[in-house]
């Protein structure tokens, strides 16, 4: 009897992150600089080291990165991010950043060449993540450390939960937020980490917490720069999404009433070292 490979996610193709772009630089990188921050202090790379941003996006933690490394190289499957970053970089006169588009699962780079590698919520999302964690594993030094994030199930999160159920219930066969989280498990992350062949692997459970004013402004900040839904509204086309976005914020206001919305968002730090 054979068996088919799971279906690949959306979210494992360019194409939402490119649409995303504009608002993830805007609306996301202000929130998830406090894990890049986590992160770059768990590797504990010295100053004036080499250091690795795989799916860098819009460069989160690269640009913060760079002001103490030697020089650090960022990686993209997106045109669209990597532009992003590179603007960014220009901007701050940061000219230590060298930014690609590539292929994480395939890394461009020799051997043992980085103090310190990461990946923050991006090699979750790779069809092959074993392939992801070997190629972070062969480019570290010995002794070096890979850092790579992923967030805990959104069931545990009222925000998304609240949001997720709602839009479950108004298209129940869109799938979005079932399923098991990439790497949600602690237990589970930590043996993937150690299959791809890192030592010493240890795992940080790590929260931040962002208020909105009400589920409106939740809305709006989440309907632009979460990649799903940007790219459901690509595939509904305007007059779609408007009558989608009508009955959604119905059922929010209705359940989240009119106060404001504390969004904890509950991420795995694992670290592993080469």
């Known amino acids: 009897m054979s068996t088919s490979a799971p279906p690949q996610s959306p979210l494992a193709t360019p194409l939402p992150w490119d649409l995303v772009s504009t608002a993830y630089e805007e609306l996301v990188v202000p929130k998830f600089e406090a894990y ?7 590797a504990a790379a010295p100053p ?20 103490d ?10 045109v669209d991010m990597v532009g992003r970053l590179k603007t960014r970089a220009a901007r701050a006169g940061l000219g230590n950043i060298i930014a690609v588009v590539g292929d ?5 780079y020799d051997d043992g060449v980085f ?3 990461f990946s923050m919520f991006g090699l979750i999302f790779f069809p092959d993540r074993a392939a992801g964690l070997r190629e972070l594993r062969r480019v570290v030094r010995p002794g070096g450390r890979a850092v790579v994030s ?4 959104m069931e545990r999160v ?28 602690g237990d589970e992350f930590r043996a993937e980490l150690a299959a791809g062949g890192f030592a010493a692997v240890d795992m940080h459970e790590v929260v931040h917490a962002h208020e909105f004013a009400d589920v409106d402004a939740f809305w709006t900040d989440a309907s632009r720069s979460m990649a799903p839904l940007v790219l459901l509204r690509s595939r509904l086309g305007e007059p779609g999404w408007l009558e989608l976005e009508r009955r959604l ?9 009119s106060g404001p919305i504390v969004l904890e968002m509950r991420a795995w730090l694992g670290v592993g070292t080469r």
């Open 36 to 42: 890049a921050r986590d992160a770059l202090r768990l």
């Open 115 to 117: 103090a310190a590698a």
């Open 48 to 67: 004036g080291s080499r250091l690795l941003d795989v799916a860098c996006g819009p460069g989160t933690l690269a640009l913060l990165a760079a002001g």
């Open 69 to 78: 490394a030697a020089q650090v190289d960022a990686l993209d499957f997106s």
């Open 249 to 257: 914020l119905e059922r929010l206001r209705e359940r989240a009433g």
């Open 104 to 108: 994480g699962q395939a890394l461009p």
């Open 158 to 185: 009222f925000a998304f939960n609240l949001l997720m159920t709602a839009l479950g219930e108004l298209m129940p066969g869109l799938g979005f937020g079932k399923g098991k989280a990439p790497l949600g498990d």
């Open 150 to 153: 992923s967030w805990q199930p």
